[in-house]
């Protein structure tokens, strides 16, 4: 009897990218959700939209998506990724690898625009407790930067429509901490 081996890698340019935009309602308008969901529909991306209903709303969909061991991509609901910026992430060989955006004034990136592939990063770097949506992105990089993973950097930027971000602060650092470019 021959044993037939069936790979489970993935054809990253094969395949559909596993788009993810976790939403909140904002201001009781859908105006910058609609603006995400018609951009990436225009380019060809059948992303799943997942309503966060409580503060620890992000933490539970993160986690499912990390049990699950399968490679995602995050957008955030107001996260405008330019034309063939997710098919870079999918196609891209780092497991840990995100386009920046501004927030406050900084060049960051945070979970906003970012593929993840938790078969090649280990246990979840999410503490065992809930945590609330403002600090999971911060523990997901420290916990990430413990086990000397580096997040992987693309470019140039994507655009980010929270304008209150963008108004907050004058400052503008261009340089992104923690992430490598190469």
């Not at 990430?144 to 108004?167: D, Q």
Request: aromatic letters at 12%; proline letters at 9%; charged letters at 25%.
């Amino acid at each position: 009897m021959e044993l037939c081996v069936v790979s489970t890698k993935i054809h990253y340019e094969d395949s559909q990218p596993n788009v993810v935009v976790p939403y909140a309602d904002v201001n009781g308008t859908t105006a910058i959700l609609d603006a995400v969901k018609l951009n990436l529909a225009n380019q060809g991306l059948k992303p799943r939209l997942i309503r966060m209903e409580r503060d620890f709303s992000y933490d539970q969909l993160f986690r499912r998506l990390w049990d699950a061991r399968q490679p995602f991509i995050l957008v955030e609901h107001d996260i405008i990724p330019f034309p063939g910026a997710l098919r870079e992430l999918w196609m891209c060989p780092e497991p840990w690898c995100g386009f920046p955006y501004y927030v406050f004034g900084e060049l960051r990136s945070y979970l906003g625009c970012t593929k993840f592939d938790p078969s090649r990063l280990g246990e979840c770097p999410l503490p065992d407790d809930l945590m609330p949506w403002q600090t999971i992105d911060k523990l997901i990089e420290k916990s990430l930067m413990k086990r000397t993973f580096g997040g992987h950097l693309h470019s140039p930027p994507v655009t980010h429509l929270n304008f209150f971000h963008s108004r907050a602060s004058g400052r503008e650092n261009v340089h992104p901490v923690f992430w490598s470019t190469e």
